[in-house]
């Protein structure tokens, strides 16, 4: 390339938010560079003259992964508008559940009644569109939710 190496350009990339498999192709495999470009998220990193089917098989590898991502990412921004569905007390005994604490426990910490707290757990499932707690602490971690801020709307 003209002007600029494979690594500027992954970096390059890299900079401008580009996020895209990549499968380097080298000549010259030096391990300072082979180490470089995999910290920077290559897939891998074939040498020249490489095999067709390898490199076919690369690629196939990257667009299944990138699939993948993309949908995971789609998966993440739908919780995460699930969650902000939830109103402030709602998020403040979504935090109670994750934390372990039965309702009884829930409802005198938070000063309110065992019906108020039931009700809310009842809201936040169905926003949530978790089945189970287990599943509920699941979607959360996924998402990348963080519950520890109190007043945030993330």
Excluded: C
């Amino acid at each position: 390339m003209p002007n600029m190496s494979g690594l500027e350009l992954q970096q390059e990339l890299i900079r401008r938010g580009v996020q895209m498999p990549v499968i380097a192709l080298t000549a010259y495999a030096e391990t300072p560079v082979t180490v470089k470009v995999m910290q920077q998220g290559a897939l891998t990193l074939l040498d020249k003259p490489y095999n067709d089917n390898d490199l076919w098989d690369a690629i196939f590898d990257a667009l299944q992964r990138d699939a993948k991502e993309h949908s995971e990412q789609s998966q993440r921004k739908e919780i995460r508008a699930r969650y902000q569905t939830l109103t402030d007390k709602e998020r403040d005994v979504l935090r109670a559940i994750i934390s372990g604490k039965a309702n009884k426990q829930i409802a005198k910490q938070l000063d309110v009644s065992l019906r108020t707290v039931e009700s809310r757990r009842h809201e936040i499932f169905n926003k949530m569109r978790a089945g189970s707690v287990a599943e509920l602490v699941r979607i959360v971690i996924e998402a990348g939710i963080d519950l520890k801020a109190k007043s945030d709307r993330d």
